[in-house]
């Protein structure tokens, strides 16, 4: 009978270790709608971005922050604060967005001064958080929110 117990002990010993050191898989958030954005996100944001003038190429810092407010059917508002090189703008932001199953996505926004700009997302965290990257050429601007 003991050995018996002593190697039902061993026997499940040895299940629990190869259990606790099998292979894991991991795998990237899915599932995602635009639903998955629903609410109002603290951001901030930097970069650089290039523009001509009178035959010469120019390049500026820009850095900002703000509020989005996502509605969960594709339409976002906000107000913003940005930095262009040194010249401080306040302003609001309007424009639509897209979720993709895997959770990345794409938003397009329209400043007060009408300008248009567009970012490709990653929802990340269960859609606390968003990461973006502006896609438009001759800009470099990365930047994150989080759901406040």
């Given at each position: 009978?003991?050995?018996?117990?002593?190697?039902?002990?061993?026997i499940?010993?040895?299940?629990v270790?190869?259990?606790?050191?099998?292979?894991?898989?991991?795998?990237?958030?899915?599932?995602?709608?635009?639903?998955?954005?629903?609410?109002?996100?603290?951001f901030?944001?930097?970069?650089?971005?290039?523009?001509?003038?009178?035959?010469?190429?120019?390049?500026?810092?820009?850095s900002g922050?703000?509020?989005f407010?996502?509605?969960?059917?594709?339409?976002?508002?906000?107000?913003?604060?940005?930095?262009?090189d040194?010249?401080?703008?306040?302003?609001?932001?309007?424009?639509t967005?897209?979720?993709?199953?895997?959770c990345?996505?794409?938003?397009?926004?329209?400043?007060?001064?009408?300008y248009?700009?567009?970012?490709?997302?990653?929802?990340?965290?269960?859609g606390?958080?968003v990461?973006?990257?502006?896609?438009?050429t001759?800009?470099?601007?990365?930047g994150?929110?989080?759901?406040?």
């Open positions: 009978m003991k050995k018996a117990l002593g190697i039902s002990a061993i499940l010993a040895l299940a270790t190869v259990f606790l050191l099998r292979p894991r898989t991991v795998r990237a958030q899915s599932g995602c709608t635009v639903a998955a954005l629903a609410g109002t996100y603290g901030s944001m930097l970069g650089d971005y290039y523009y001509t003038y009178q035959g010469q190429t120019y390049s500026a810092f820009l922050g703000g509020l407010a996502f509605d969960g059917n594709g339409g976002v508002t906000g107000s913003d604060t940005i930095n262009d040194g010249t401080l703008n306040r302003g609001n932001l309007s424009g967005y897209t979720v993709n199953s895997n990345t996505g794409s938003m397009t926004l329209s400043d007060s001064n009408q248009q700009f567009s970012f490709d997302l990653v929802i990340v965290n269960g606390k958080e990461t973006f990257v502006e896609t438009d001759g800009n470099i601007t990365t994150s929110a989080k759901l406040q």
